[in-house]
């Protein structure tokens, strides 16, 4: 178990980040980074002190991201990703969303991808009126090997049923649609 102060992993920083969607600024002036941090008793300060999940307005993100890359597609480091898709209904969001969102920030920080965990660039959760989505975002859509243990391991300590589907989808797949129903290159 992690000690209070203890470092979280090798890696520098994580980076909590907040959208809030106002369509009249460009994309990038809605993202915000919130805070950084190294060490559990900074994420567990952090994290007892931002608005739940549940509790954001539709159309506001939750993003944590390794320091140094930015929650989005044209970071150069999520350009070849992808990311590993959580749909959820939305009276889901009142029952289930915060716990999901909280084991989701638990397995990127203590590295649960065992030696996959450097795969890893971030999470993001968006909450919105239709159905929220959680995902774990990689960065090399094509390390088939990575992204399955990834996924094998997210929806085990997501607790899902075996009914329940997960798909991953490149990056570049759902860049290139415009109703961001990319096609899953995998599945578990």
Same mark, same amino acid.
């Given at each position: 178990?992690w000690?209070?102060?203890?470092?979280?992993?090798?890696?520098?920083r994580?980076?909590l980040?907040?959208f809030?969607n106002?369509? %009249?600024?460009?994309?990038?002036?809605?993202? +915000?980074?919130?805070?950084?941090?190294?060490?559990? #008793?900074?994420?567990?300060?952090?994290?007892?002190?931002?608005?739940?999940?549940?509790?954001?307005?539709?159309?506001?993100?939750?993003?944590?991201?390794k320091?140094?890359?930015q929650?989005?597609?044209?970071?150069y480091?999520?350009?070849?990703?992808?990311?590993w898709?959580? $749909?959820l209904?939305?009276?889901?969001?009142?029952?289930?969303?915060?716990?999901l969102w909280?084991?989701t920030?638990?397995?990127?920080?203590?590295?649960?991808? #065992?030696?996959? %965990?450097?795969?890893?660039?971030?999470?993001?959760?968006?909450?919105?009126?239709k159905g929220?989505?959680?995902?774990v975002?990689?960065? #090399?859509?094509?390390? +088939?090997?990575?992204?399955?243990h990834?996924?094998?391991?997210?929806?085990?300590r997501?607790?899902?049923?075996?009914?329940?589907i997960?798909?991953?989808?490149a990056?570049a797949d759902?860049?290139?649609k $415009?109703? %961001?129903?990319?096609k899953?290159?995998?599945?578990?």
């Open positions: 178990m000690g209070l102060d203890s470092p979280l992993s090798s890696f520098p994580w980076v980040w907040f809030k106002d369509r %009249s600024r460009p994309w990038q002036e809605n993202l +915000q980074p919130v805070t950084k941090f190294n060490t559990v #008793e900074d994420f567990w300060a952090t994290y007892r002190h931002i608005k739940l999940a549940s509790k954001l307005s539709s159309g506001c993100d939750y993003a944590l991201f320091d140094g890359i929650p989005m597609w044209e970071d480091r999520n350009k070849r990703g992808g990311r898709l959580l $749909s209904a939305r009276q889901q969001r009142h029952t289930e969303l915060d716990r909280l084991e920030l638990l397995c990127l920080l203590g590295e649960s991808f #065992e030696e996959f %965990s450097q795969e890893v660039c971030g999470a993001v959760v968006n909450i919105r009126t929220d989505k959680i995902a975002w990689t960065s #090399e859509a094509e390390n +088939q090997a990575g992204v399955m990834i996924g094998h391991v997210y929806k085990e997501l607790g899902l049923s075996t009914k329940t997960i798909g991953y989808q990056h759902t860049a290139a $415009s109703n %961001s129903l990319a899953n290159k995998f599945v578990v």
